[in-house]
């Protein structure tokens, strides 16, 4: 009977270290498949915000360059409006008129 306990201990100790080893290696494989998966995860992440950033830094020079050109667009316009109060400005805006009315077309003139 001792000698059944005692191999029945060892046989139970041995089972136990296996057992306890195969643990360890499933941990540890499943640990390896998790940084894995958050590698990947935090690589495409990446990716996509690379290509978010640059889609909307292009947009926004687009934004800008068509905000510069109608800045430009209202200071013309606003010199030529302002230029309608000066000495002279009626008759100055009389002949840029003239430039945009055809020949063939009769003119009226209010004064």
């Known amino acids: 009977m001792y ?3 005692i191999i029945n201990k060892k046989t139970l100790e041995t089972f136990l270290n ?3 080893t195969e643990q ?6 499943i640990y390896l ?3 894995i998966c958050f590698s990947l995860l935090a690589i495409v992440s990446l990716v996509k915000i690379g290509y978010t950033s640059k889609f909307r830094l292009s947009r926004l ?3 800008k360059d068509s905000y510069t050109f109608e800045k430009s667009r209202f200071g013309s316009l606003t010199r030529r409006f302002d230029d309608l ?3 002279k400005g009626e008759q100055r ?4 008129q003239d430039q945009m009315i ?3 077309i009769i003119r009226v003139i209010w004064r």
């Open 3 to 5: 000698k059944n306990n």
């Open 18 to 20: 296996v057992n306890h």
């Open 24 to 29: 360890e290696q499933l941990v540890k494989s």
């Open 33 to 35: 498949i998790l940084k």
């Open 61 to 63: 020079r687009e934004i």
């Open 85 to 87: 109060f000066t000495f």
């Open 93 to 96: 805006f009389m002949k840029d």
């Open 102 to 104: 055809s020949r063939d």
